[in-house]
Structure formats: C-alpha cells, structure tokens
C-alpha cells in the first residue's frame, strides 16, 4: 500500500515567463499526486492574472503573490515563509515533471532522517529553439547520499525537497547570489555547502525526474556562462579561509577542470564551447575577487 502524502507545499518562483510558467503548473497539476498547494512567487512586470485566479480540479489550492522584489534567492525565501506546511518542494518555472515525480521526491524526504534534504534528476528536454539547450541539469541514474565535505555541488534546487524547519537552522537562500543579483549563480550551491556542514545529508533520487526545458537559444550561452562563473566564485569566495583551505582546494579544481575543457574543446574545434568555457574562467575569477572586495563572510 502507497503511503498517503502528509500536507505539503511547493515553491515555483517565475519572472516574465508566463506561457513556462503556465506549463510548469499544467504538468505538475496533471501528477499522480499533487501538493496541498502551490506557492507561486511572480516577479514579473505584470501579474498572471489566470494562475492567480486558478482554482485547480485537484486538491490543490493556488497560492499567488505578485512580488515587486528581484532576484530567485529572494523569491524562494519569499516562498518559504508563505508555505503554510513543513514538507516542501521546489522546481523551476521552466520545467515538466514526470506524472509520479512528486509523490516520489516527497516519499524519499519522508523516509529519511529530519536531517536530510532530497534532490532529484534535471534532465533536458528536447530543444524548443534552434541550437536550444537546458543548463543545471544531471542524467545520473545512480542514487546517492552525500554527507560531509564533497568536491562537488551536490544540492539542485530546481528539483529538492526539504522541511522547512531545516532552514531555521542553516539558513535560508544567500540574496546576494543568484539570478537578478550581482552574483546569478550558485545560490544552491551555497545552501548545499551549508547544510553539509551542518551535518545534513543531501540525497539524490534520480527516479524523481523532471525536464528543464530547453528553451535558451545559441546567444543565450555566452552570457548565462559568465553569469554562472560569477557566481560560482562569488560562493568560493564566500567560504574561502586561509585556516581552513577546503574550499580553496576546490576552487583549484575547478580551475584545473575548465582549463582542461577548454584543450579538449579547442582540439576539437568547438567553437561555442570553447568561448563559453574562457567566459565561465574569467567569470569565476570575476566573482571572487569582486566578492572579496565588496562583501563580507559573515553570513
């Protein structure tokens, strides 16, 4: 017998996509099982005024807020304090969800310790666009528990679950980083850094699948490295420590792994790819040491 769902809610933030946006909503309403209700935090220039007005078939209610803010990290905390229940999921507008993706994302939250938080598969759609592609994604088919020090981002927020009381404790989204900030990147990563080291465990369920649509055209790939190599500094930078060099070795392999792409890309004469990893290196370096000179470590 299937475990019967406790109430739960999920966070889709959205800005100026309201046919994805609508989509994102359609596919999730069309599951096997549905959340208690869905959070919608819409930056955009304009309401969407049928989603705020949807009433869904389902046992699901629509919860919709026009937000003047800017910026998906404090979307998603703007959405973490509407959630009215503890068992909480996040996805991405942009996204399709495979009919039992929410029940099994829910499911492997509610089986795991209280200290744990659960990501799934991002896998990309098929191109919407000529020369389409969908970032953030991961195909592994392997499951995983990752608890410690990781040289690797382990956390996906475009696809996660975790109980709200978690981040009473760690924290929620750094604002300073992430799309509509200085910093539009690795806003997950960062959080996913901070839960490990506060000795949660973040698994990976590769059965929870959704598709990250591939919308983004050829032009959108230069500028979304280089958004995404600031970022990733800026979180380097962040945690960076000369008395604890963990973070410093990671940045270091990064840095070894991007330049060893971009041999292997420019042997192969691919252009685009190898334009966008000189992007994302400059981005990377970019994002640190604007970081260091213009924030603090604080928090």
Known sequence: MIMKL????????????????????????AGREVPTEIVIIDQSAQPHPALAALKPDRACAIHYVWSHSIGLSRARNEGLRAARYEWIAIIDDDMYVQPDWFGTLMRALIEASPRAVVSGQVRPSESEVAGGFAPSTIEDPTPAVHQGRVMADVLYAGNMALHGSTLEEVGVFDERLGAGSSFPGAEDNDLGFRLLEAGYRILYVPEAIVYHRAWRSKRDYVPLCWGYGR?????????????????????????????????????????????????????????????????????
Do not use: E
Request: proline share 2%; aromatic share 10%.
């Open 231 to 299: 970022g990733q500094g800026a979180f380097f930078a962040k945690h960076l420590s000369w008395r604890d060099r963990f973070m410093l070795r990671r940045m270091l392999t990064i840095y070894g792994q991007y330049i060893g792409r971009l041999v292997r890309y420019t042997l192969m004469r691919s252009r685009q790819q190898t334009i966008g990893d000189v992007v994302y290196i400059l981005g990377l370096f970019s994002g640190s040491m604007k970081w260091l000179l213009t924030q603090t470590r604080s928090n």
């Open 6 to 29: 406790p109430a739960t809610s999920l966070i889709i933030c959205t800005r100026n996509r309201p046919r994805l946006l609508s989509d994102t909503v359609d596919s999730v309403l």
